[in-house]
């Protein structure tokens, strides 16, 4: 099974920490060429000394806000000038929770510029220099809430399937040039992100941090929480070759906690 991504750049969004970096870490062990995204530089510097080099890979990184496509869309015509970025990991930190009822108007339209906008914008300068290489692939790290709606995370839950639907759509026009485009659906991940989810729950329950924690665990067969590595392994699969059939499909990595098949 070809798994090496000798010769290969990837462009890691949201790779400052979390999953993000993980994934990075990972396509870099497998012989690709990294180049970080996050907003955070000083972030992105440390990341970036923790990068594999065993294919003596000169990796690198990009300062760029998500908040702010006109400038996210700058950097990337940028980086792109001179650069064939095989592989795209499309990764934005999650709108905050709360019922969908009460969610401003401005909460959808600002999770849906920093998700579907700033994935299109990436999308639209990368893909024709994948179509010259004939390899691409296109990973979009949502969430389990596209199979499954997860109470309390209204705007997630809305935006996060307008992107699933967004790629399969994708996937359909770029198959036949060698480009696919899947998403992977993390659940419970120990990330800041999950301490913020355990630390409200806390607070809905009534409990201790440690009594949710343990009550969101036992919510998921594993009965653990996943390590970002585990989501980055699935990562790293479909960016191989090995992984060259695969296209158009949501992979939960959730320990079993999605109900749905």
């Not at 970025?85 to 009460?102: D, M, R």
Request: with cysteine; aromatic share 6%.
């Amino acid at each position: 099974m070809d798994l090496s991504l000798k010769n290969k750049n990837a462009l890691v969004c949201g790779s400052s920490a979390g999953i993000g970096m993980a994934s990075a870490i990972e396509l870099a062990s497998l012989g690709a060429t990294v180049t970080l995204m996050a907003r955070n530089e000083e972030k992105l510097k440390e990341v970036l000394k923790e990068l594999p080099t065993k294919n003596n890979q000169k990796h690198n990184y990009l300062v760029a806000d998500f908040s702010k496509p006109a400038k996210l869309k700058s950097a990337i015509i940028e980086a792109t000038f001179d650069t064939t970025f095989h592989i795209l990991i499309n990764n934005t930190g999650g709108p905050k929770g709360g019922p969908i009822f009460s969610a401003e108007v401005e909460e959808f339209t600002k999770a849906f510029s920093q998700h579907l906008v700033c994935n299109q914008i990436l999308v639209q300068n990368v893909v024709p220099r994948m179509k010259e290489a004939g390899y691409g692939r296109i990973i979009n790290i949502i969430s389990t809430s596209v199979k499954q709606p997860i109470d309390g995370l209204g705007v997630s839950n809305t935006i996060r399937g307008a992107v699933a639907n967004w790629s399969k759509t994708l996937a359909n026009e770029l198959g036949a040039f060698g480009i696919t485009v899947n998403n992977v659906l993390p659940g419970f991940t120990a990330t800041d992100r999950l301490d913020d989810i355990v630390a409200n729950a806390s607070k809905k329950m009534n409990k201790t941090e440690k009594e949710a924690s343990e009550f969101m665990k036992n919510l998921v067969p594993s009965k653990r929480f996943a390590q970002p590595e585990e989501i980055a392994y699935a990562v790293a699969f479909l960016a191989s070759p090995a992984a060259s059939y695969i296209n158009g499909i949501n992979v939960p990595v959730d320990g079993g906690r999605t109900k749905s098949l």
